[in-house]
């Protein structure tokens, strides 16, 4: 906007020739003036000549500022043509490698599923679990000697007969075991039986953390602890104790111990203690872990 104002602007550049042609008017008809007065309208001329040489000067560099804001705009959209076309081309590539990418994944997955059908046809079908393959024996045959009977003759035949009835085409178990084999094993399954029962067994023991409360503050829960103490079972051990302020001055005694799950239960135990009606409010379990 500035620059558009000073473009059309209108400056008398040429004043000065008017205030000499006016100063040489009023000279002719006044007579001539002092050489103070001379002097001083010199200076003024001066000094309006430098005005309007500075006014033409500010217009000169006005109208250059103004081209070269002129021709900035296009040099910027020259440049944003430039940077477009580059992304473009690149965008170009980018859809190429991306489209390639997708074909060999295409490939992939079709190999894939030509190997998946592949390997499920040829598959070889599992062999039954009772079934036993052994390998197949060739049948001994007897030598006959010249010196036997006719009877004897007879039983070489009837042998290779049983041979051939011996030879299992299936995989059959066979039928007679050796008996000293089988007295051996018999001998080792009775002494593993005797020393799986001379070997003591596991005892499944638990640790039980028990919050024994008074009645009031008044309770003696000395006295408390020895009655819970006195409670006496097979399998049962009493272990470390203390007292836990619960408020208002009451305190429960905490009390560990611990017990064999097949001889001592966890209702037995509280119905003993709290049979201690003098002292005993309630009895709970805090905590309960397997050993």
Avoid at 64 to 88: F, K, M, V, W, Y
Avoid at 214 to 232: A, F, I, L, N
Wanted: with cysteine; proline share 5%; glycine share 4%.
């Amino acid at each position: 906007m500035a620059v558009d104002y000073f473009m059309h602007e209108k400056i008398w550049f040429e004043k000065y020739k008017y205030d000499d042609a006016e100063r040489r008017y009023y000279e002719q008809m006044n007579g001539p003036v002092g050489s103070s007065s001379r002097q001083q309208e010199n200076g003024a001329s001066t000094i309006l000549r430098d005005i309007a040489r500075a006014r033409e000067n500010i217009q000169k560099s006005l109208a250059g500022s103004a081209s070269t804001t002129s021709s900035g705009p296009a040099g910027d959209q020259n440049e944003l043509l430039s940077r477009i076309s580059h992304l473009e081309v690149e965008n170009q590539n980018l859809r190429s490698v991306v489209a390639d990418l997708q074909m060999a994944i295409f490939k992939l997955e079709s190999r894939l599923n030509a190997l998946e059908k592949s390997s499920t046809s040829h598959q070889p079908s599992p062999v039954p679990p009772t079934q036993k393959v052994e390998p197949f024996s060739v049948p001994s045959k007897k030598v006959e000697l010249p010196s036997a009977s006719p009877a004897k003759k007879v039983e070489p035949a009837a042998a290779e007969e049983d041979d051939d009835d011996d030879i299992d085409l299936f995989g059959s178990d066979d039928e007679e075991e050796d008996q000293e084999a089988a007295k051996v094993r018999e001998e080792r399954l009775r002494q593993y039986a005797e020393k799986k029962a001379k070997k003591p067994g596991l005892i499944a023991k638990s640790s039980i953390l028990l919050d024994v409360k008074p009645w009031d503050d008044e309770t003696d829960m000395v006295k408390m602890e020895e009655c819970v103490r006195s409670v006496h079972m097979d399998g049962l051990v009493w272990g470390a104790s203390k007292l836990v302020p619960v408020g208002y001055g009451i305190k429960k005694l905490q009390i560990q111990c611990v017990v064999e799950d097949d001889k001592v239960g966890t209702d037995i135990l509280e119905e003993e203690i709290t049979k201690f009606e003098d002292y005993v409010q309630s009895v709970d379990i805090a905590a309960f872990n397997k050993i």
